[in-house]
């Protein structure tokens, strides 16, 4: 499935800005009595560089303030503050993050690009492999296994298919195989079925069901939910 274009920086990317940075200011420091400044601010937009490329967008934006910030706070005179003595530094510094915002944004977005793409090929691939089981299947519930199979592979995740019934809801399918709805699951599936419209999973750190639910097919006479 395609993701969202310039998702929100997880923390572990965040984290791993960070490491960049540190690596290119450690770099910088031991090597500025034998290099000009210029090629110090070509470290720190190399590291803006890779960040984004391994990222994405938001994470290289917010690496390329961080770059000015940290090359601004330990490079520039006068050194350990944000200020800028000379009216030549603070032309040099705008032009850094002109650039590095520039950079970040196009190492990003083809680094979401290619996630993209790959994301693509993989519901193309799952698209022909379910085409190859449903031309194998003998019966609705060949049917809706392979339907459960192939959505867990895409969603990454659990998938079930529950039935109402006279005595409530059954188990039909599940992937994998051996995955057991819980009681919790069960209630928000039965929301979704008497609601007719789809019950989403709960927010982390709330309480309820991890799973969202839609019913089949939509509107309160569905007899049929999908859970993943």
């Known amino acids: 499935m395609d993701r969202p274009w310039m998702p929100t920086p997880r923390l572990y990317q965040l984290l791993g800005a960070v490491g960049v940075l540190i690596v290119a200011a450690l770099a910088v420091s031991m090597l500025r009595s034998h290099i000009p400044e210029n090629v110090g601010l070509l470290v720190f937009l190399t590291a803006v560089l890779v960040t ?8 290289g934006l917010l690496s390329a303030v961080g770059a000015l910030a940290t090359f601004n706070f330990f490079f520039v005179e006068p050194h350990y503050t944000f200020f800028a ?28 690009q290619v996630d993209a793409a790959r994301g693509r090929a993989d519901v193309l691939q799952v698209l022909s492999a379910v085409t190859t089981d449903l031309s194998d299947a003998q019966a609705a519930p060949d049917i809706v296994a392979a339907a459960a199979h192939h959505i867990a592979a895409l969603s990454h ?19 994998p195989p051996a995955f057991q709805p819980g009681a ?24 309820g069901s991890r799973m969202n639910f839609h019913p089949v097919p939509t509107g309160r006479n569905a007899a049929h939910v999908f859970g993943h």
């Open 85 to 112: 003595a000379r009216a030549q530094d603070l032309v040099t510094l705008v032009a850094f993050l002109l650039a590095a915002g520039l950079t970040g944004f196009l190492a990003g977005r083809l680094r979401e």
């Open 157 to 175: 995740g659990p998938v079930v298919v529950l039935r109402r019934t006279g005595d409530g809801l059954r188990l039909i399918a599940a992937a």
């Open 52 to 59: 984004a490329a391994a990222f994405g967008f938001w994470t």
């Open 184 to 207: 919790i699951d069960l209630q928000a599936a039965e929301q979704a079925l008497n609601r007719g419209r789809v019950e989403f999973a709960t927010a982390d750190g709330w309480t």
